[in-house]
């Protein structure tokens, strides 16, 4: 029994380590993305896919994952590659956690594609929501531009740009997430057992999602290469 017990623990402390090495590499890979992929949409405002991955951590190992790796990127950012500081720092953080945070938790809470569904949706509206509020807010701080001007560009620049960039993000997590899950749970860092209304693995099911999510991403590029036309 105790050998049992020993066993045990030992196989979760190695899944826990599992854990934090995953986690690590995708801050690292998340903060990368900022680095090395920054495409203009609008203005000064540029598209990086962090968030995506952010948002398939929050998945695979739930809502507070998201957050203190949306902290940890937003902060290594500032100090590194940002030209705005702590407002940007903060502005960084709030539109990442969001959308990541909502959708993640919603997902834990109903784990199936259609909890996913609703979780990225949830997040897409409470980010471009709020970032509107905090563009209104902070915006004219670090811009140096007069807040009657800032207010000029919410509905015709910021709107918009939070849109397709959560509706983007959305759409490359629904095609990430159940390939890359099922990796973890071949490396044993995800329970193998399926959750709760999916049947696990079989990815004809989830044909019709990636063939939406594929339009979804084909439209927002088009969109974005439009807009800078």
């Known amino acids: 029994m105790q050998n049992s017990i020993l066993a045990e623990n030992k196989q979760e402390t190695k899944m826990d380590t599992k854990k934090l090495v995953v986690l690590s590499l995708m801050t690292a890979l998340a903060y990368m993305s900022v680095f090395i992929v920054r495409i203009p949409v609008?203005?000064?405002?540029?598209?990086?896919?962090?968030?995506?991955?952010?948002?398939?951590?929050?998945?695979?190992?739930?809502?507070?994952?998201?957050?203190?790796?949306?902290?940890?990127?937003s902060l290594v950012e500032m100090v590194t590659i940002s030209s705005t500081g702590p407002i940007g720092a903060l502005m960084n953080f709030i539109s990442t956690s969001a959308f990541a945070c909502s959708a993640a938790l919603i997902y834990k809470k109903v784990h199936t594609i259609k909890g996913a569904v609703i979780g990225l949706a949830s997040g897409t509206l409470l980010m471009t929501v709020l970032m509107l509020a905090w563009n209104y807010l902070i915006t004219p701080l670090y811009m140096g531009t007069p807040r009657e001007a800032v207010a000029g560009m919410l509905l015709p620049v910021f709107l918009p740009?939070?849109?397709?960039?959560?509706?983007?993000?959305?759409?490359i997590t629904m095609?990430?997430?159940?390939?890359?899950?099922?990796?973890?749970?071949?490396?044993?860092?995800?329970?193998?057992?399926?959750?709760?209304?999916?049947?696990?693995?079989?990815?004809?099911?989830?044909a019709f999602v990636y063939v939406i999510a594929g339009f979804l991403v084909a439209t927002c590029v088009a969109v974005i290469i439009i807009w800078n036309l």
Do not use: R
Not at 46 to 61: L, Q, R
Not at 161 to 171: E, H, M, P
Not at 179 to 195: D, F, G, Q, Y
């Open 175 to 206: 095609l990430l997430y159940k390939p890359l899950s099922m990796i973890m749970k071949k490396a044993h860092v995800l329970p193998e057992a399926p959750a709760a209304g999916e049947s696990g693995g079989h990815m004809k099911k989830y």
């Open 161 to 171: 740009f939070n849109l397709i960039k959560a509706v983007l993000n959305s759409a």
């Open 42 to 73: 609008v203005l000064f405002l540029k598209y990086e896919p962090k968030d995506v991955i952010i948002t398939v951590a929050g998945f695979m190992f739930g809502p507070l994952a998201s957050l203190v790796i949306s902290a940890v990127v």
